[in-house]
């Protein structure tokens, strides 16, 4: 059996609480996965969070909207969404190559013999404007900023607090990355951080909350 925890330095390359659909529990009429659920006196409870992510590669679906998406390994299966409205509001977000995440996914059967995920409540799906490769290296980069350590400017690598006393400002949006200026800021706008900032702020959702310890559910 996995363990109920499993460290990881980037915390979305954590395959426990954000697992591939391989890693998915099966629905609980079929399957108690004692990883994600405690059996007590009144039933089922979770025991910690899950998210799966996975990149958009297709949609499809008339009267619901049906997602085509890989996962971290790869995979690509079928995404359902038998919310109120069938997706349909939010059907603009849906892009190619954006990434989906589900809260408490769990793994389905469809009628015409396909796998997925069956999405039943509209707050426990998401789109995040940008790649699954892209959320995944900014997870690694919020982990990789240790308090105490200098911040360096995000385009010319000035060092903050060095002997020309530079003073560097965060990016107003992602209040991750730092420059020592706005001609520094805008040319790393246009070199990346513009599709890296909205990566960042995707990831620090997650990183906002304790993932291992359920006490109430989650939503987006």
């Known amino acids: 059996m996995m363990p109920k925890s499993e460290k990881s330095k980037s915390l979305l390359r954590n395959n ?5 659909f391989s890693g998915l529990p099966e629905e609980p009429e079929n399957e108690v996965d004692l990883i994600y659920y405690d059996e007590g006196p009144f ?3 979770p025991s910690q969070h899950w998210c799966f992510l996975g990149e958009i590669v297709d949609s499809i679906g008339l009267v619901r909207v049906l997602l085509r998406v890989k996962d971290k390994h790869g ?3 079928t995404i359902g969404l038998y919310t109120d409205d069938g997706g349909r509001a939010l059907a603009p977000q849906i892009k190619q190559g954006h990434t989906v995440a589900i809260l408490y996914g769990e793994q389905h059967g469809f009628l015409d013999m ?3 995920i069956r999405v039943e409540d509209a707050s426990n799906i998401k789109i995040i404007p940008c790649s699954l490769d892209q959320l995944l290296k900014a997870s690694d980069d919020v982990a990789s900023l240790r308090k105490g350590q200098p911040r360096h400017c995000g385009s010319c690598g000035k ?8 003073h ?8 991750h990355a730092s420059y020592c200026g706005e ?8 070199d990346g951080h513009k599709a890296d900032c909205k990566a960042i702020v995707g990831v620090q959702w997650f990183t906002a909350r304790n993932w291992r310890t359920f006490h109430d559910w989650f939503s987006f």
């Open 183 to 190: 001609v520094c800021q805008k040319k790393a706008w246009v």
């Open 16 to 20: 426990v609480n954000f697992p591939t």
């Open 75 to 77: 995979q690509v299966i």
């Open 114 to 116: 396909s796998v997925g």
């Open 43 to 45: 039933g089922l409870k």
């Open 159 to 166: 060092e903050e607090n060095n002997p020309d006393n530079t």
């Open 168 to 175: 560097l400002r965060w990016c107003s949006r992602c209040k």
